[in-house]
């Protein structure tokens, strides 16, 4: 169980790290079906170790200037504020309806990353110099970049950064994952980042929210393994480590059309587990 629980913590880190909210997607369901953990439980946990995986590759990527800290900040704050209504929310829902709306979530996402990516064309097989460069001209963003490569963050572009992050946050305290599966596209639909720069950004989110998550979890009295969230978090960071230097070498869009493909599935699985 604690070579599984270190495996299985790698697995989440890897993810988390090429994609900024694969490990909040599948810490859950790998936690349920592969260690037998209540989904309750399960979700604090997750809670946990996605934080403090993320803190981890938050650290290196702003040590490589990836991160928009402001807009990151502002989304994190409203995230945080709201994060304890999601789990106060989720205690009153059965786990069976967690499970059916966490993949319902999963599937509208990832269908519109999908779109994207496959909108990308050529594009997706060209890795990126400068990762930090891959900012996207769009003129349906709502944020956009000045000539001297600063994120103008005027009244509309802060209020959409924080409209989005009160949603992330109540979602992310509901099904117990850090929220960067809703973060990354939310980031690159409201603002002109690339996916490596909303990456490293969401990174900095999903430690700020899971960390307001994981402590609403506590005062709420759940039990929480800490024993199986120190073993999640010594393999998260292992494989963090492995996903933040893979992800040099992978351009953008490839890595959208991927991380789309593996909620679809993840989220298939769970379906068909909760109502076989």
């Given at each position: ?46 809670l946990g170790a996605v934080a403090f995986t993320a803190a ?158 994981l402590t609403s979890a506590v005062f709420s009295g759940r ?54």
């Open positions: 169980m604690s070579a599984m629980s270190v495996i299985f913590g790698i697995l989440v880190g890897l993810a988390l790290g090429l994609t900024g909210g694969g490990g909040s997607i599948f810490a859950v369901p790998l936690l349920v079906y592969g260690l037998g953990e209540p989904a309750q439980a399960a979700v604090a946990v997750s981890f590759g938050a650290a290196e990527s702003y040590w490589r200037g990836l991160i928009e800290l402001r807009a990151g900040l502002i989304f994190a704050v409203a995230g945080v504020a709201t994060a304890p209504v999601g789990v106060y929310l989720g205690d009153l829902v059965d786990e069976a309806t967690i499970t059916a709306l966490f993949a319902g979530v999963m599937i509208l996402v990832a269908t519109r990353m999908f779109r994207s990516a496959r909108r990308a064309g050529d594009d997706s097989k060209v890795v990126r110099a400068r990762p930090a460069a891959d900012a996207h001209d769009d003129p349906g963003t709502v944020c956009h970049y000045s000539r001297d490569g600063q994120l103008r963050l005027n009244a509309p572009c802060s209020a959409a950064l924080v409209a989005v992050g009160v949603l992330v946050g109540v979602l992310s305290g509901f099904f117990g994952v850090g929220g960067g599966f809703l973060i990354v596209p939310a980031l690159i639909m409201i603002t002109e980042m690339g996916i490596h720069r909303a990456v490293a950004t969401s990174l900095l989110v999903i430690t700020l929210i899971g960390l307001s998550g039990d929480i393994d800490w024993a199986l969230t120190g073993l999640f978090i010594l393999g998260g960071v292992m494989g963090m480590i492995g996903g933040r230097t893979l992800s040099r070498y992978i351009a953008g869009p490839s890595l959208q059309l991927a991380f789309s493909i593996a909620m679809l599935l993840t989220a298939g699985y769970m379906i068909l587990k909760t109502y076989s």
